[in-house]
């Protein structure tokens, strides 16, 4: 059985982290089969902010640009045709694995020109099949942070856990999300949410 971590707080009032919330599970019975953070593997991107783009002096279709890691200030080669001064932009430092290859960037020559890392599209961090231009983050979003929340607030990410339990077949009280939200609540994981049950006003005269 599969849930969110959001879904499961529908019904569970509880500050407990997804990893606590897991081992809670194994413990009362319930084991945890897998638990997908879909932010784990860009844990290591950053949002970048793009001072210069020019033209690259051996190429017309590529882009010289510098761009602020929050840090250092990075010289990096660029194909896509929205790369500009201006914009905040997913930003891939030599030694971060890139999603779509698996692979570690590393510093390279583009045309004779160094390039010492990536501005990422959709595609390349498995966001989307996009990969016509790099990703652009909202203006506000602050260089040199981690780039999950940045991603979050654009629409391209959810950051809500998914767990996947394993029910056997003698625990029909755990086959639903509430079901799973009330046991928590009572092994003292948080707190049941109940809603109130209002009375059915009767229409009709009943002999009963």
């Known amino acids: 059985m599969k849930f969110t971590l959001s879904w499961l707080k529908e019904h569970l009032d509880t ?10 599970l194994t413990a009362i019975g319930l084991e945890v089969e897998s638990v997908t953070d879909p932010g784990a593997g860009l844990k290591d991107f950053v949002v970048g902010e793009v ?4 033209k690259h002096p051996n190429a017309d279709k590529l882009r010289l640009c510098t761009v602020n890691d929050g840090k250092d200030i990075l010289q990096i080669v660029c194909g896509a045709p929205n790369a500009r001064a201006g914009i905040k932009v997913v930003l891939a430092r030599p030694g971060t694995i890139i999603p ?8 390279g020559k583009i045309r004779d020109v160094e390039s ?16 016509d ?9 602050k260089t040199g942070a981690p780039v999950m929340a940045a991603l979050v607030e654009a629409g391209l990410l959810a950051d809500d856990p998914l767990f996947d339990v394993s029910i ?12 799973i939200a009330r046991d928590l609540a009572a092994s003292g994981l948080g707190t049941l949410k109940t809603d109130k049950v209002e009375p059915v006003a009767g229409k009709f005269p009943c002999p009963l």
Request: overall charge negative; hydrophobic content about 40%.
């Open 133 to 141: 231009g790099i990703i652009e983050l909202k203006p506000g979003a």
């Open 116 to 131: 010492r890392g990536m501005m990422c599209s959709a595609r390349e961090l498995l966001l989307g099949e996009d990969h």
């Open 100 to 107: 779509a290859s698996g692979e570690a960037l590393k510093i």
């Open 51 to 54: 001072i210069t783009a020019e």
């Open 15 to 24: 500050d407990a982290d997804t990893a606590t919330i897991a081992e809670k």
């Open 168 to 179: 056997t077949p003698n625990r029909g009280d755990a086959a639903s999300v509430y079901g």
